[in-house]
């Protein structure tokens, strides 16, 4: 089996891009990571690439061709659609391709035009996440659906409101020196609390921010790597996937989310590793109480444990194990389709010590990515590792 290293990354600054469209986004992050990677772009082999929203943002299907028009590649195309999971997704096709000794380099990534629809349109956008038949047309939303997993989580384990507006102040200071990262201030444990209700118990830093941008990678096999003097030190070393059911009534406990620990597990077992060995985390934190239930399901903290890991220092910028320090779905932002990719080019640059952040896990050797779906029905984790 091949090996497969991550030879370059690009990212857009996210946040609002009203004049530009979704393609535009992905040729800007293509042409960072073909830079990155100093490889060319008539090397590509395949290109796989993350979309949700397109048809209803951009009124605008069948994607690949158009987005390997932009990037410059001529080669099998694919658009990969799994809710905010979608890039997660493509990357894994894309590993899992290399391996297989189809193709030594893929371009993957994502790319996502949100902010052209009003906070309405884009939460009715998002919605079709869900299940239509028994959720949608109930009036379900995610900030509401999101609420639900939250009481159910506060009666289970205990914790509250408080312990949230953790993670949302720490999240917003690791965004602070992100140049990519949509939101890059400061919001104190009591600026959280005080702020409006969006869905009780979750307020508005509970939730992460409508979001424009792209993110690619250059993903290489290690003989290609070798044989073409690249420097590529930070190898996908685990991948695996998961699935729940779609609606929350159909679920035995809304506390738990096992699409992402079967996901874990198997990332785990590909890469021969465990928790014990993760340095850093990059999780799927549309709201709060999303980054709680990542981090269990992971295995970094125990059942009712998480609510208390950021409140405690543990998942900190210098605690034992940081979480998210690109600032994460909720100060970086959520370009839904783009945002698993945007997950493991900022584990790559914080693995190879060129992220602003990097300072703080100067001997971090393990990454995991956590990449969701919906609520959770659907879930992708990948383990990167120095390899040297």
Known sequence: MNGVRVAGVGLTRFGSHPERTGRDLFAEAAAGAFTDAGVDRGAVEELNVGNFMGAIAEHQGHQAP?????????????????????????????????????????????????TVLDTEAATDGLAIAADDLFEVRAGVTFPGAYALMARAYFEAYGGGRRELAHVASKNHANAV?????????????????????????????????????????????????????????????GTGQGTDRMALADRTDLARTPAATDAATTAYDDANLGPADVDLAEVHDCFTIAEVLAIESL?????????????DGRTTA??????????????????????GGSQIAELTRLLRGDHPNSGHVPDAEVGVAHNAGGTVASAVVHVLEVRG
């Open 177 to 237: 020196p992100n140049e990519y990262a949509q939101y890059r201030r400061e919001v104190s444990v009591e600026e959280a609390l005080d702020a409006p209700p969006v869905a009780t118990p979750l307020h508005l830093y509970d939730a992460c921010p409508i979001t424009d941008g792209a993110s690619a990678l250059v993903l290489v096999s290690d003989e290609y790597a070798a044989a073409n003097g690249l420097d590529a030190p930070v190898s996908v070393t």
């Open 66 to 114: 158009l987005l390997a028009e932009a990037a410059g590649v001529r080669c099998p195309a694919t658009r990969y659609e799994s809710a905010c999971a979608s890039a997660g997704v493509a990357v894994r096709e894309a590993v899992r391709t290399i391996r297989s000794g189809e193709a030594d380099v893929v371009l993957a990534g994502g790319t996502e035009r949100m």
């Open 318 to 339: 210098d605690g034992d194990i940081p979480v998210n320090l690109s600032g994460g779905l909720k100060a970086k932002g959520h370009p839904v389709g783009a945002t």
């Open 299 to 311: 295995g970094l903290a125990d059942p009712g444990e998480g609510i208390g890991a950021a409140r």
